[in-house]
């Protein structure tokens, strides 16, 4: 599953982003409106998280112009006013959910991870490839009838892989995506990951999906 979190506070958004991705989300995070609405016009999201107070245009405007435009996602506000009207407010916009400032990332996650049970048919949520199944929200792969079990780094990186399957995605872009790290070319971090990746989800398996692009960097196949 793919998140943006929209939070103008710049160590908030890098907290709640690390968060997300060690929880195994695939997440993108914007710092105001405008910025919203540039990776949601150009990236595929599942949910969005958003700040009510933005510089400029706050959270509420900016979800009542995506709903107008037909943005059908769940969304989640988060914000330090806790009137009743404030959250009448929130959901006449079009949010789904509304959580107070300070809040236990725990209870965040849970939420978050509600909202996407809450889209409807949870087999209509499953990513596929080939005999290869991931269910976002459960967390659970498998191939075959086995299930694969991975730790968060992998499963956010297979997830990546599977959303864009047949795309070639470079070193670059993996390690932006599931690290958030801008990527040094003296190191090897992503050839890990994969490597390991591969250990679980191809090796034991005679259709090899994960795909080396020499000089670029990956690619998943549905051969």
């Not at 889209?119 to 269910?135: F, K, N, P, V």
Request: hydrophobic share 45%; aromatic share 6%.
């Amino acid at each position: 599953m793919h998140l943006l979190v929209v939070e103008d506070e710049a160590k908030t958004r890098a907290y709640l982003a690390k968060g997300f991705r060690e929880a195994g989300f695939t997440v993108d995070a914007a710092g105001d409106a405008a910025e919203a609405r540039y990776v949601l016009r150009d990236t595929k999201i599942d949910l969005l998280i958003c700040d009510v107070m933005l510089p400029g245009e706050d959270g509420w405007s900016l979800l009542r112009g995506l709903r107008q435009n037909g943005l059908q996602i769940p969304v989640l506000f988060l914000t330090a006013k806790e009137s009743v009207n404030d959250r009448v407010t929130g959901f006449d916009a079009g949010g789904d959910d509304y959580l107070v400032k300070p809040f236990a990332f725990a209870e965040l996650l849970a939420r978050v991870r509600a909202l996407l049970r809450r889209r409807g048919d949870m087999t209509a949520l499953t990513l596929r490839a080939a005999d290869l199944a991931i269910d976002p929200v459960r967390r659970v792969v498998t191939r075959g009838t086995d299930e694969i079990h991975l730790t968060n780094l992998e499963f956010s990186l297979l997830v990546m892989l599977v959303e864009r399957k047949d795309e070639v995605l470079t070193r670059t872009e993996i390690a932006e995506r599931v690290w958030d790290l801008h990527f040094d070319t003296g190191t090897n971090v992503v050839d890990v990951a994969i490597r390991r990746l591969r250990q679980k989800v191809d090796d034991p398996y005679p259709n090899k999906l994960i795909q080396t692009v020499r000089g670029v960097g990956y690619v998943l196949r549905e051969l």
